[in-house]
């Protein structure tokens, strides 16, 4: 099992609608989290951290942590096509290091 | 603001020759990360160093070294290349302290081709 896992997708949605990415770890001991948004050639640029259980929101885009279910979740309102990218959810690893533990992507697909 | 600069943007190699991808880290970000991502893939995790030091090494092969310099930049050495290799190797930096600064700034990236 991998320590961070997301369904690769792709995941369609008509513009205007909700996209909801999901994410699930396998450490309890993660405290947080992070999302990236990766457009196909280009390096991951980072959109939402979020440490405490419960909603966190920054313009359209909602992080949702669940930490009993070791959940995160990434909603995007209004989606457009221009939100049609890789959204990458990842956690610095809880042993104390210094790296970050990537899930495989969620493909998203933002349809005119 | 100033970014995670990488260079080169595009390498070409042929099988068993080396190469060298530099990182400059956004100033005052004390930890520096490398990760190689092929085609369809997520980063894999290669290396990281903080304040000039190793401090993580992850799956990165025996053929590639890496080291960061005083002036904090950072040099990936790849050598006796392989068709496998050719993949786009990103170089991020950030804050080592925890929370949000741990979030990473990456670069452009360096695309190498081995041929």
């Known amino acids: 099992q991998k320590e961070v896992e997301q369904n690769s997708g792709p995941l369609s949605v008509p513009e205007g609608a909700i996209a909801s990415l999901n994410c699930t770890y396998s450490?309890?001991?993660?405290?947080?989290f992070f999302w990236y948004r990766q457009y196909s050639g280009k390096s991951p640029e980072l959109i939402m951290f979020?440490?405490?259980?419960g909603d966190k929101e920054d313009g359209r885009f909602t992080a949702q942590l669940n930490k009993a279910s070791q959940y995160v979740s990434l909603l995007i309102r209004d989606s457009q096509p221009s939100d049609s990218a890789t959204y990458l959810c990842?956690?610095?690893?809880?042993?104390?290091?210094?790296?970050?533990?990537f899930g495989a992507g969620t493909r998203l697909f933002v349809k005119a | 603001a100033a970014g995670v600069i990488q260079s080169p943007r595009h390498l070409i190699k042929e099988k068993r020759e080396t190469a060298t991808l530099k990182c400059y880290p956004i100033?005052?970000?004390?930890?520096v990360y490398w990760y190689q991502q092929g085609p369809g893939q997520d980063p894999q995790f290669l290396i990281s160093?903080?304040?000039?030091?190793?401090?993580d090494k992850g799956s990165i092969p025996d053929r590639f070294s890496a080291q960061q310099f005083s002036d904090y930049h950072s040099e990936l050495n790849m050598s006796s290349l392989e068709l496998g290799d050719s993949a786009l190797y990103f170089c991020a930096s950030s804050l080592a302290a925890g929370g949000e600064g741990n979030g990473y700034t990456f670069g452009s990236g360096t695309r190498l081709t081995v041929v």
């Open positions: 160093f903080y304040e000039k030091m190793q401090s």
């Open positions: 450490d309890r001991g993660s405290q947080s």
């Open positions: 990842a956690a610095p690893t809880p042993t104390g290091g210094f790296k970050t533990i």
């Open positions: 979020i440490y405490s259980n």
């Open positions: 100033p005052r970000h004390d930890t």
